[in-house]
Nanobody, 120 residues
Framework: QVHLVESGGGLVQPGGSLRLSCAAS????????MGWYRQAPAKERELVAG???????NYASSVKGRFTISRDNTKNTVYLQMNSLQPEDTAVYYC??????????????WGQGTQVTVSS
């Protein structure tokens, strides 16, 4: 089994910054891809940013230039640095990891979600 534990959400004023972290643990051989999604009230979950094991990244157009995704492969951890936050960034943010284990193959796992609220 694999567990993803997120941290770093909270309340921030418009223009502020937050850094989210997500650590994966358990039966892990490799993690080909990790990412962050978000879901605002009454909206569908959407991809915010993704990163591969070799560092290739992709971003939603709405966050490009403001958010930066990174990962530490030695710690099986992915980060999301969020700058210039705006009220429309308010959502529950979910960590995602595509994890390969020797016995089970590759599966997608999700974190429990962390609330990010941008408000004055």
């Amino acid at each position: 089994q694999v567990h993803l534990v997120e941290s770093g959400g909270g309340l921030v004023q418009p223009g502020g910054s937050l850094r989210l972290s997500c650590a994966a643990s358990g039966s892990i051989f490799s993690i080909p891809a990790m990412g962050w999604y978000r879901q605002a009230p009454a909206k569908e979950r959407e991809l915010v940013a993704g990163i591969t094991s070799v560092g290739s990244t992709n971003y939603a157009s709405s966050v490009k230039g403001r958010f930066t995704i990174s990962r530490d492969n030695t710690k099986n951890t992915v980060y999301l640095q969020m700058n210039s936050l705006q009220p429309e960034d308010t959502a529950v943010y979910y960590c995602q990891a595509d994890v390969t284990s020797i016995l089970r193959g590759t599966f997608r796992y999700w974190g429990q979600g962390t609330q990010v609220t941008v408000s004055s």
